[in-house]
């Protein structure tokens, strides 16, 4: 029997308290339940079961056959492989050059606008809001070589018209171009909002100290937001190297593998050849690539916040 | 946008240097913008022209007779309105159910923090860096054979809503949206007698209803142009979104009706931007 001392000082008795935290802990996880459900379904099942079956021959209907690292193998042993993943880090190359600075530029130029700005960020931002699909068959009808406006543009300046999906050399930076085009405004956006929070009073100091405005953007601007361009530069790389719509509906991987990339390589194994094993190895290949690039993002974002 | 002073200040702006220099970037932005509308205005133009001026070589830019029936054809031929009908439920449904997830979870990452919070956590974290495509073909045969139950999700909208409702980025800005509300009206409400699910339904969702319509918008968006996943699960022409429909459809019409189709098809993204507009002020931060 306690005395009042100790009553007072345990007004809960311990049995009671242990099962009611016990409940709260398990009705918590109700809350979570849908995301563990289906996020397992969709998401961590498969992305387990991808690294079984790069170890099998899947047979949809018959039971999977175990065959160690042939598909590998087969896969290194794949020259498309090779091609494959050269043409992708050339598209991610051409990309930095050809489409990283393009937004930081635009943003600077559009933050200097003042309120004409809102408009021109606007029509930057609006290829990335139409289904991508719709958008490349225009681009398509656009490089077309006889019917396209881009050749007869240029023919009626008295230049040639070229293959601008058909030449193997042409072919990746037209890509690209398209890929700028859809991708450009969405990182204008995020570099208008770094831009914004910079203090204006740098600014003012510096051009009372009699700095131009080119200096005040080389020795301020750009290393204010270098942390944010280097979360940027490996988003872009990370979303470069999974490209598949663009080579899926402009070139098919054409012109004779100039285009083709690893996600679109995965889907013709997959869904062309019914080869899910080797698909899978495919998918393992892309999966270490594309991480080792997605930690080092991870790492960087989270040394400017805290996210937990 | 910064209406007080951007690189320049405002007395410099008006100086013949600054003058100058924002006349240069005018320019440039002009330009730009030409370049980028250019692919819009080239399929409005290209929608009016009939079969054969489509492949006329030489740079037209207006025809000289536009054919505004080609978009009534479209329209009609392509059964845009089942499209955008199916195109509609398609990233409608994704996005509440996006919704639903993200908000219980991001309330049990924010709010409820059990044992095994951090673990969660970097469940989601995990999530979020994997891309889709890593592990699609398991992901495909899951649609096509759910395991344990054994139903396939192909041809069925719950083939897409299930694999949308994965959004790590949702449940991450949910839960920091979450993290800002202050704990004192939640010690309110609690001594209240609130139970945990009325605060989560009756207060936490309510108070965030400007960051859910942000992120619902965006979501729309994206999945409103969302090619693969649709163009794997939906192999039923009269359930097909826009996308893949328009795709799958190129060779078997001329080139002019696809280009007024796909003018069409670009104007509902359009029109939802331009409500998301009003709850965007001039950027984006993550």
New interface residues.
Partial sequence: MMNQAEIALNPTPQVKRSISFFL??V???L??L??LV??G???????I??VI?SFQQVN?GKPSVWVGIHNYVRMFGNPVFYTAWENILEFMLLSLVMGFMVPVV?A???????????F????????S???????L???R??YSP??G?L???L??VGLHGQLWLQNAALVKPSLVVVMT?LGAG?SV??Y?????EIP?EI??AA?LDGFS?WQ??WY??LPLLSPRMQIMLILQI?TVG?V??EPY?LTSGGPGNASITP?LA??NT??QNSD?GL??AW??S??VA??LF??V??WL?FRREK?? | ?????????NI?ARSPK?RL??GL??V??IL??I??????F??FT?GLKNSVD???????LWPAKPIWQNYIDAWNRFKMVTMFGNTFIVAGGGVIAQL??ST??A???SR????GV?L??A?????M???R??????????L?S??IFHISLINTFWGLW??Y??NPFM??VL??AFDNIPRELYDAAQVDGAS?FRL?FQFTIPLSTSIMLVLGLLSF?SL?????LPL?VLRDPTMQT???R??NL?RNYP?NL??AG?FI??LP??I??IFL?RY?K?????
């Fill in positions: 709260k802990q009705s918590s996880y809350y979570f849908p995301v289906i996020f379904f969709m998401t961590f099942g498969p992305l079961t991808t079956y949809l635009l600077l130029m559009v933050n200097e606008m003042r309120a004409l700005g809102k021109f960020q606007t029509i930057v931002y609006l290829p809001l139409i289904p991508i699909a719709v958008a068959l225009v681009w009808q656009i006889d019917a406006v050749n007869s543009l023919k009626a085009w969405g956006l995020i208008l909002s770094a831009l914004q204006t600014y003012e051009e405005p005040r953007i301020i601007t990370v999974q598949f719509t509906i996600v995965l889907y997959a869904f899910f698909a899978s998918s393992v892309l999966l594309l991480s997605s930690v993002y991870l974002s996210y937990v | 946008m910064n209406t007080t002073r951007g690189i320049m200040s410099e600054g220099i924002l970037f005018l440039i932005l730009t913008s370049i980028v509308i250019f692919p819009f080239f399929s290209a489509i492949s006329k070589p030489g740079l037209n639903i997830v219980l979870a309330y049990f990452l409820l923090k059990p044992i951090k969660m956590m469940l989601v974290l995990v999530a860096t994997v891309p495509i890593a592990y699609l073909i398991p992901l495909y045969i899951n096509a759910l395991p299930l694999p409702a994965v449940i991450l839960k920091s945990t989560f968006i409103w142009g969302d090619f693969l794997l826009i996308s893949v328009l795709y190129t080139i696809h280009m796909s098809a670009m993204p359009l939802a931007a507009q965007m001039g950027g984006l931060t993550f």
